[in-house]
């Protein structure tokens, strides 16, 4: 029997909100798969604190490939808009 | 007439897709969550219900409106206002509800529309239940 987990799903929403995939998947001794589990995690450009101090998100943690798109999709203008969103709405992190 | 023939597939349409998926989201917030008894959702095409139940860290108990939470386990679409009435934060005596926008949520009395304020959630239950929609696959 093995377990893996990794992501397998990810994707950027127009705001440049990444929402990713963490699947583990375990399989018997003769690589069948006899279980999957989902779990889903939602990560901004960055976050504000209650001063509305913007901090941008880590995500050094990630493969190259999701990196790389986040960099490209995180511009100043898409950070701005964001950072607005959640000054607006109070979602303070 | 033709006849209507309903199946799951059919009725799911109205949602989107017929795409359905199950599993657990991590909800963060400003002053931690100390522990998180359950967070699971589901997806059903573009509709998600994201449940969870949850216990605030003590925090400083102030009066900082830093009460909304996040990680939801899909960002809400642009056009994502939803409420959740479905709110209850264990042992604060005033009707709450969320507004749902981006990854979280703030939480608010339904009584001021007022978010709440740290010493209203610290070492308290979060219980709830939100329902959005999403753009995501």
């Known amino acids: 029997m093995a377990t893996t987990t990794a992501i397998d799903k990810w994707q950027l929403d127009s705001r440049g909100i990444l929402n ?10 003769d690589d069948n798969v006899t279980s999957q589990t989902h779990h889903r995690s939602t990560l901004g450009p960055g976050t504000i604190d209650d001063s509305e101090v913007w901090t941008d ?19 100043t203008e898409v950070k701005n808009a964001y950072k607005t969103i ?8 | 007439m033709g006849t209507i023939t309903r199946t799951l597939a059919n009725n799911l349409h109205h949602f989107g897709s017929n795409t359905v998926e199950t599993g657990t989201w991590t909800p963060t917030t400003n002053i931690g969550f100390a522990s ?29 409106q ?5 990680g939801l386990p899909f960002s809400g679409d642009n056009d994502c206002e939803s409420i959740s009435f ?30 709440l304020v740290r010493s209203q959630i610290g070492n308290r239950t979060l219980k709830a239940t939100f329902t959005y929609t999403t753009d995501i696959d």
């Not at chain 1, 990713?20 to 001794?29: A, G, L, S």
């Open chain 1, 20 to 29: 990713y995939r963490t699947t583990t998947t375990v399989t018997d001794d």
């Open chain 1, 57 to 75: 998100s880590d995500i050094s943690s990630f493969s190259t490939e999701i990196q790389n798109a986040c960099n490209a999709a995180w511009t």
């Open chain 1, 86 to 93: 959640l000054i607006n709405k109070k979602l303070y992190s």
């Open chain 2, 36 to 64: 998180v008894a359950e967070a699971k959702y589901i997806k059903i095409g573009k509709f998600v219900q994201a449940d969870v139940s949850a216990t605030y860290n003590a925090g400083p108990g102030d009066a900082s």
């Open chain 2, 66 to 70: 830093a009460s909304s939470f996040g």
């Open chain 2, 86 to 115: 479905n709110v209850l934060v264990e042992g604060h005596n005033e009707p709450v509800y969320s507004e749902v926008s981006g990854t979280g949520g703030s939480m608010k009395s339904r009584t001021d529309n007022v978010p």
